[in-house]
């Protein structure tokens, strides 16, 4: 990579596998949960996540040596929540009907652990282009489960795929349906959400014997 | 040279290939192997697991041959062709080979895939794994057929019966070390996935289905509908059965739980074989009659009016409860599984009343799904561990105290 030094890299590419933050640290799980019965709401989510922490971690970062550590929690909260308002309203003005599926989830980026753990252990301690890469690739590897487990959970759970009905029509029996093929329901509950992120886990872990921890 | 012998020695010789453990899985359960153990003294008993899963197999049998009859029994009488049953348990109207067969035809695809599918995956995992098979799917590939509906479609059960040997068992390490009873797993997983073919007033008559089809593509039929006893309950509808029918089990249900008589006399069987812990069924018959009888009062005392949509459930009276549903199939068949049970004498009381108590809870609180005793069990499966936790440090503290005074 010509642009990214190779420790650079590793900041993206990181989080991605070896040290995803769903997968691995087992953070950001609640949304993962709520909002992954849709791809085009895993998409926006995973999105919006990445705006927030990759803007708050610069921001977080300039400030680093300002802010008295003392009340750092709360300065790094007010960051984030400026920034979740922020995008909050661009869905609400630009996408109105799919920040209605969000619902309350966008307002609730500000309490993903993800994002606080980022501000903790990354931003207080390094630069802003090096922050910068960081929130990207956290916010890619978070991203990128929630849009496994969105693909997976609306596949077999609705039988479409960003709204287009890929396994045929459920009530005029076309495609796969008229052989008999029923959607599973229980995809759309977040039970299963947690069962999929069990399943990406177990795989993961049991590719890269190295990540299993005693 | 016997047959004994020469599978021994077969063993032996292609002991280094992968397969091995799918044959040696065949092998005993025909032979007792030869191999001995080496070192230190073994007292071997003849009652290893296979064969305690044998026992579980043999104590069911009964309700699934009355189930095929029933399957059958049902299907007849909702068209018509057949009169209800008059004469008590051995009625002619109900022990006919027509009954049979349908039910026969019906079930055995049950039975072929639950074993077919969930047996697949315990070889193929053995083979990976490189151990040797398991044999925990035996009593669970026999339960799976027992507690679905007739008409449900066979590539939903096979999906469900990977998810639940797969999520519920082998991710946990097999056999032995599972949370919850695969079986109900796979039921629940069925109920969340599937539910219009999991309850409602269609799916537990064989021929309803297919009834209402023909109906949309507009033939002059009659609609065939029947519900359960809890279901039907659970909307404050009259009940059309007397108590003898449901004890015996002339009543649409799931494949082989509407039988009391028949899984009583499994229950005593396992008991009087040592397998199933009768403190674990007494005490769950127990905590049902507890809160049956605590709901009993509330509608007698008046607190709750017909007006009321848990009226149904909460009037019946609380023996009723006993034999209507699953939960006689749950508590004898399920609740007992020795792997997900807690283990201490004391927990097993403790687990078995709160699975009664809780089962007849969610029938009553939860109209839109009256069967409570499948959450009952896994609920209880998912605390039997601390329960035998508390159990365990109870009794350390109470030795302590002895110790104690003993010094003092």
Redesign the interface.
């Known amino acids: 990579m010509g642009l990214l030094s190779k420790k650079d890299a590793k900041l993206i590419t990181d989080p991605l596998a070896d040290n995803n933050p769903i997968t691995i640290q087992v953070l950001g799980i609640c949304s993962a949960l709520a909002i992954t019965a849709e791809l085009k709401a895993s998409i926006v989510m995973a999105l919006s996540v990445m705006a927030v922490l990759a803007i708050g971690n610069v921001v977080i970062s300039l400030m680093r040596n300002i802010i008295p550590s003392k009340i750092r929690i709360i300065v790094q909260l007010v960051v984030v929540a400026a920034l979740v308002i922020i995008v909050d309203q661009v869905l609400k003005a630009f996408a109105y009907e799919l920040s209605k599926t969000l619902s309350v989830f966008v307002g609730l980026i500000i309490t993903n652990c993800i994002i606080m753990g980022r501000f903790e252990a990354f931003a207080l301690g390094n630069k802003p282009w090096r922050s910068f890469l960081d929130g990207i690739g956290n916010a890619a590897g978070y991203g990128l489960i929630l849009i496994i487990v969105g693909f997976f959970r609306e596949l077999l759970g609705s039988g479409t795929l960003l709204g287009f009905k890929v396994l045929g029509d459920p009530i005029e029996k076309t495609g796969l349906y008229a052989i008999?093929?029923?959607n599973?329901?229980?995809?759309l509950?977040s039970p299963m959400a947690l069962?999929v992120v069990?399943?990406i886990i177990?795989v993961q872990r049991s590719r890269n014997q190295a990540l299993i921890e005693d | 040279m016997s047959l004994k012998n020469k599978l021994h020695n077969f063993k032996v010789k292609n002991k280094d290939k992968k397969w091995l453990p799918a044959f040696s899985a065949l092998h005993t359960f025909l032979f007792l192997p030869n191999e001995t153990t080496h070192g230190g003294t073994h007292i071997k008993v003849a009652d290893d697991l296979k064969r305690t899963m044998n026992t579980v197999i043999m104590a069911m049998i009964p309700c699934l041959i009355f189930g095929m009859f029933n399957a059958g029994y049902q299907h007849h009488l909702a068209l018509g062709e057949i009169q209800a049953v008059t004469s008590g348990f051995f009625s002619p109207e109900f022990w006919t080979l027509s009954n049979f067969m349908v039910g026969f035809w019906k079930i055995l695809p049950l039975v072929i895939v639950s074993y077919g599918v969930g047996l697949g995956i315990e070889f193929i995992f053995a083979i990976i794994k490189g151990h040797e098979v398991e044999e925990g799917y035996l009593v669970t590939g026999m339960l799976v057929p027992l507690i679905v509906p007739v008409d449900i479609p066979l590539w939903m059960l096979a999906v469900a019966v990977i998810f639940g040997v797969v999520i519920g068992k082998e991710v946990f390490g097999g056999t032995g070390m599972n949370i919850l009873n695969p079986a109900l797993t796979i039921r629940a997983f069925l109920f969340f996935a599937y539910p219009t073919w999991m309850s409602g007033d269609k799916v537990w008559i064989h021929g309803a289905v297919e009834r209402d089809q023909l109906i949309a593509s507009g033939q002059n039929l009659d609609a065939i509908s029947g519900e359960t006893i809890l279901g039907g309950l659970a909307q404050g509808k009259e009940i059309a059965y007397s108590l003898w029918d449901m004890f015996l089990g002339f009543i649409p249900g799931s494949v082989g739980e509407t039988s009391t008589l028949l899984i009583i006399l499994g229950g005593l069987f396992l008991i009087f074989t040592k397998i199933g812990s009768w403190r674990i069924m007494l005490s769950s018959v127990i905590g049902a009659i507890v809160m049956g009888l605590i709901f009993n009062q509330v509608t007698a005392s008046g607190w709750i009016t017909e007006s009321s949509k848990f009226y149904g459930l909460m009037s019946a009276p609380f023996w009723e409860h006993l034999v209507i549903g699953g939960f006689a199939f749950g508590t004898v068949f399920m609740a007992t599984d020795p792997v997900t049970a807690s283990q201490t004498n004391k927990g097993k009381w403790i687990y078995g009343f709160l699975i009664g108590f809780v089962s007849i809870m969610i029938r009553v609180f939860n109209p839109a799904y009256p069967e409570g005793v499948m959450l009952a069990i896994l609920l209880m499966n998912v605390f039997a561990p601390t329960i035998d936790h508390y159990v365990v440090q109870g009794n350390v503290k109470k030795r302590m105290k002895r110790l104690k005074a003993k010094v003092a």
């Open positions: 008999g093929y029923e599973n329901g229980f995809m509950l069962i069990g399943i177990w």
